[in-house]
């Protein structure tokens, strides 16, 4: 099993930034291919980033590539998420993903956190 806690999420107006972080607790937080997903009001929910236990490996969505940067530290079990010039359409919950597979796609994805909730206001 591995446990996941997302955090950093919050208020931020049109063109700022935030950093989401993700705290793994559990198996061997190295082996996993880890991602962040997002889900907003009447949506269903959308990959966003993810990045494989090969450090290098990286996919994001067309949507935020560019602006948003995903980054792992295996020594902390930690990965994060920078999101920088925002927009109101990045407003939803973010949820931080654990799975075996370097994917876009979530069914790959066995361990998911609670989500933390970013708004962005215009």
């Known amino acids: 099993q591995v446990q996941l806690v997302e955090s950093g999420g919050g208020l931020v107006q049109a063109g700022g930034s935030l950093r989401l972080s993700c705290a793994a607790s559990?198996?061997?937080?190295?082996?996993?291919?880890m991602g962040w997903f997002r889900q907003a009001p009447g949506k269903e929910r959308e990959f966003v980033a993810t990045?494989?236990?090969?450090?290098?490996?990286?996919l994001y969505a067309d949507s935020v590539k560019g602006r948003f940067t995903i980054s792992r530290d295996n020594a902390k079990n930690t990965v994060y998420l920078q999101m920088n010039s925002l927009k109101p359409e990045d407003t939803a919950v973010y949820y931080c993903a654990a799975g075996s597979r370097y994917s876009r796609y979530q069914y790959d994805y066995a361990y998911w956190g609670q989500g933390t909730q970013v708004t962005v206001s215009a």
């Open positions: 559990g198996r061997t937080f190295s082996s996993y291919a």
């Open positions: 990045t494989s236990w090969i450090i290098g490996n990286i």
